[in-house]
């Protein structure tokens, strides 16, 4: 392609270097696996699996070997893949999950036979924790009371109940669709996040929830789980779930982890979990004081060193612990003396500062040590995904604008993707791609952000008035000059428009990539939803509405730049308005009549019936209507006179240079 025009050629050379180093920045994030030698523990996106996997990762910095903590990153499927391709070496799961979800056949119950069946994929199973988290619905304790509710099979005869599950429970294997056939039962659940089930179920918005047994809310709110009186669910025993090589490949982690064989009962597990949800104890402190007692008092100074996630970062002090929260128990209370978690509570008992009202806890969340790092990933996302998605969509909408077909499909597809739920995409991504982490998420990101930058491109070349183009092709401009000189500077603002539009869902969307641990704001969000802490949602939430409306601001400065570039008028036009404005009046002088003023028949009478006809209300507000909508024409009629005389100096600039070439 010939580009003659040099701003054009200067634009596309921009674009072409842009490209070049997003592209670069992508396949460098791509490489960034973890350091060699380095156990890289993920977990999924529920407060039990947060505290075991940094159990895992301190217990294997006590034995003097690195570890990293991938937390967070979404539910079976998205951190069974971040497994298989090789970004994390090991996670905690449960042998029921793996026998239903994972090697999808339920006679598999042992460990030994799961560990069988997963050769083959190259995982391996082992190091029983040495508890049970089975799944079950629970009801407030006076509702199933007053209902006569003790098991599930009672659940049937009351189709009035509302069922509230999460999410995951609701698309299991051995979740809704197989315990409502099981049982009969006639509800039609909605959708929650395993978080919010609880404060939905206290306020009374659902009648039942689903429950991980060793959950600690469930006496903190009163109530009953009912029995599986059919023996619907299988066994879940926490296990850890690894990639096959890696007792070969880093024996010491491994040797380490082995430690944690049976070394976590139910009762254990409940403490834990209370501390994190009930007392908003941070999950790298509720499992250092597990670590303490289990690999002896060296373990202090080594976990949680060179942390960066916000939340681990937060076992430094930085946010507002109560020991004392909510009104539980003591956690250790109901553990037998040599239980291991009775040492974890001791060792975190009385260490937290007093939690103040919601205002003074929002503040110290807000203003952690971890809100800098954040927002610089939060904006990493952001820029390079709008400008991958620029670079993408405005040269595909120039070149779809001689293709009407072409450009029909293109915003179809584009609308398509737009439509895709973002935690669905970013499952596919991480098991085409074969990574967790920045590359997913900016491919995702830039996906959704393709559309409004493609439809106002296309838009925005459309309007340009034919009759420019004509004049244009009329003095020999090629197919890209026009381009240059005349369409694509008319059609700026409303690309920037779609530019300005795409950066506002992203910062939005963003939030997805803490999901698969990228970063970004989204970490504060995903922390608080498992924790039930409305106090870290917003400290994570209020800062992203703050970098759009910084967005905003910066795009309407823009906006208002080229619109006064668009609107100045050229200056011939300049200097004929000057030569024809009237020279000021002399001291005492009287101005000219004006010519078009007309004196109406009827003398004062004329005048009076004029003055009592623009006291009326309603014949003010007919004038004041259509003087709006002749300056709203005059306005119009300016801008359309000013691209115009843009478009009129270009040409004309071009001509000029085109002559002085032949002469």
């Not at 999950?97 to 069946?117: C, F, G, M, N």
């Not at 199973?125 to 629970?138: C, D, E, T």
Request: proline share 6%.
């Amino acid at each position: 392609m010939h580009v003659s025009h040099p701003c054009a050629r200067g634009w596309l050379a921009r674009c072409l270097v842009f490209l070049s180093l997003g592209l670069a920045a992508v396949a460098a994030l791509a490489q960034s696996a973890g350091a060699a030698g380095e156990l890289r523990v993920g977990s999924k996106r529920f407060t039990e699996s947060y505290i075991l996997a940094e159990i895992a990762a301190q217990t294997v910095r006590a034995a003097g070997q690195p570890a990293q903590v991938r937390q967070g990153l979404g539910n079976t499927a998205i951190v069974y893949e971040a497994l298989r391709a090789g970004q994390i070496d090991v996670y905690p799961e449960y042998t029921g999950t793996i026998a239903q979800e994972i090697v999808k056949d339920p006679s598999h119950t042992s460990v030994a036979d799961l560990d069988r069946a997963l050769a083959p994929m190259g995982l391996g199973v082992g190091v029983p924790l040495g508890f049970n988290n089975g799944y079950a619905l629970a009801m407030r304790a006076e509702q199933a009371t007053a209902l006569g509710v003790t098991k599930l099979s009672d659940l049937a005869r009351l189709p009035e109940l509302k069922f509230g599950l999460s999410n995951e429970f609701v698309g299991r294997a051995d979740g809704w669709a197989g315990l409502a056939k099981r049982y009969g039962l006639p509800q039609s659940p909605r959708g929650l996040d395993h978080g919010l089930a609880y404060e939905a179920l206290a306020q009374r918005q659902i009648d039942v929830t689903d429950i991980y047994t060793t959950d600690a809310q469930i006496g903190k709110l009163g109530l009953v789980v009912l029995a599986d009186d059919l023996g619907y669910f299988p066994r879940y025993d926490a296990v850890l779930l690894y990639r096959r090589d890696l007792p070969q490949r880093l024996p010491a982690a491994w040797h380490a982890l082995q430690q944690l064989e049976g070394s976590i009962d139910q009762a254990d597990m409940i403490a834990m979990n209370g501390q994190a949800v009930l007392e908003s104890r941070p999950f790298a402190q509720v499992a250092q004081g597990f670590v303490r007692f289990l690999v002896g008092p060296t373990a202090g100074a080594t976990a949680g060193a060179g942390e960066t996630d916000p939340v681990n970062a937060a076992a430094t002090g930085t946010l507002p612990l109560d020991a004392t929260a909510s009104g539980a128990s003591a956690p250790g209370a109901a553990l037998t003396p040599g239980g291991a978690a009775s040492a974890a509570a001791a060792a975190a008992a009385g260490t937290a500062p007093k939690q103040g009202g919601f205002a003074s806890r929002f503040w110290q969340r807000l203003w952690a040590p971890d809100l800098g790092a954040l927002l610089g990933q939060h904006l990493l996302l952001v820029v390079v995904s709008v400008g991958l998605a620029t670079l993408i969509a405005v040269p595909l909408g120039i070149g779809l604008m001689a293709h009407p077909r072409a450009r029909a499909i293109a915003l179809g597809t584009a609308s398509v993707l737009q439509t895709i739920p973002s935690l669905a995409l970013l499952a596919v991504l991480i098991a085409v791609l074969g990574v967790i982490g920045k590359p997913p998420a900016l491919i995702a990101l830039t996906a959704y952000s393709v559309l409004p930058i493609l439809s106002n491109t296309c838009a925005g070349l459309a309007e340009v008035p034919p009759g420019l183009r004509n004049a244009a092709a009329a003095l020999g401009m090629t197919r890209h000059q026009r381009l240059g000189y005349v369409e694509f500077p008319l059609a700026l603002p409303t690309v920037l428009a779609g530019v300005r539009t795409a950066t506002a869902i992203a910062i939005g969307t963003a939030t997805i990539a803490a999901f698969i641990g990228a970063g970004g704001l989204g970490e504060r969000i995903v922390t608080g939803l498992a924790l039930n802490d409305s106090a870290l949602l917003l400290a994570g939430a209020l800062p992203a509405a703050a970098l759009a409306l910084v967005s905003e601001a910066l795009f309407e400065l823009l906006a208002r730049h080229l619109a006064r570039r668009r609107s100045a008028p050229p200056a011939r036009a300049a200097a004929r308005a000057h030569a024809t404005k009237p020279a000021p009046l002399a001291p005492g002088a009287r101005p000219a009549a004006d010519p078009r003023q007309r004196t109406r028949p009827g003398g004062d009478s004329a005048g009076r019936s004029l003055s009592a006809q623009s006291a009326d209300p309603a014949h003010m507000q007919a004038t004041e209507a259509q003087d709006e909508a002749a300056h709203a024409r005059r306005r119009a009629r300016a801008e359309e006179r000013a691209a115009h005389a843009i478009a009129q100096r270009e040409l004309e600039a071009y001509e000029r240079r085109r002559r002085s070439s032949k002469d």
